[in-house]
Each structure stands twice: as structure tokens, then as C-alpha cells.
């Protein structure tokens, strides 16, 4: 689960009400991407939208939203979520050096990598 996902379910607890304000002013999260998260969230039916009078419009978690929380702690508050930028894939891995080999790539392969010929 990305940070956004993340900062946005933390800030609503499973008996609190968030005003949408609050998450932009507190985390910067741009208005836009609010918005990507409440439609990712309403339609999975974790949150629901309500108004009121005072600060606009504020979200809370439905039952449902409680009741998942509650029972994937794991995807709020570890740090052992899935890097997939940080794993190399395997067309580019090659037999590791030694670090007392002096590596000296080829002509060949300096002029491929720079698209010039001969």
C-alpha cells in the first residue's frame, strides 16, 4: 500500500471522523489525489462521505472500513511493505565481479551503449 493509502487511513481511526482539510494541510496531499483516494476507498466500501456545517465535508470509516482495519494492522503501520522499485529484474542482472577485478568494458560495448558505430 502506497503513502498516500497509508497517511490516509492512519489519520482515520476506527471511531474517528477526518475532515478532508486536514489531511492536505497536515500530510500535503494534493486535493486531487484526496479525491483518487476517496473514490478508491468508497468503492471498496471502507469509508463513507458525510457534511456538516462547520468544517465542510468529513469522511469516517463504515463497519466494513473498522472492521478491516482492525484485522490488517499490517498494511497501516509496517515498514516490511513490498519494495518492487528496489529488486532488479533479471535481464539485467550478470554474474557479480570480484572486487579485486578491475572492470573495463569493451569498445564494443561503450559504442553500443552510445549508438555510434565502428
Known amino acids: 500500500?502506497?503513502?498516500?493509502?497509508?497517511?490516509?487511513?492512519?489519520?482515520?481511526?476506527?471511531?474517528d471522523v477526518v475532515d478532508l482539510y486536514f489531511l492536505h494541510t497536515r500530510y500535503f496531499?494534493?486535493?486531487?489525489?484526496?479525491?483518487?483516494?476517496?473514490?478508491y476507498f468508497s468503492e471498496k466500501g471502507i469509508i463513507k462521505l458525510s457534511t456538516n456545517e462547520t468544517s465542510g465535508i468529513d469522511c469516517r470509516l463504515t463497519d466494513f472500513g473498522k472492521k478491516w482495519v482492525l484485522e490488517n494492522p499490517n498494511y497501516l503501520y509496517s515498514e516490511q511493505i513490498?519494495?518492487?522499485?528496489?529488486?532488479?529484474?533479471?535481464?539485467?542482472?550478470?554474474?557479480?565481479?570480484s572486487p579485486d577485478i578491475e572492470y573495463i568494458p569493451s569498445d564494443k560495448e561503450i559504442k553500443s551503449f552510445l549508438g555510434t558505430s565502428t
Open 1 to 15: 500500500m502506497d503513502t498516500p493509502k497509508r497517511l490516509f487511513l492512519k489519520s482515520i481511526q476506527p471511531d
Open 29 to 39: 496531499i494534493s486535493p486531487s489525489t484526496i479525491a483518487e483516494l476517496i473514490k
Open 82 to 97: 513490498d519494495k518492487h522499485w528496489k529488486s532488479i529484474p533479471k535481464d539485467f542482472l550478470c554474474e557479480k565481479l
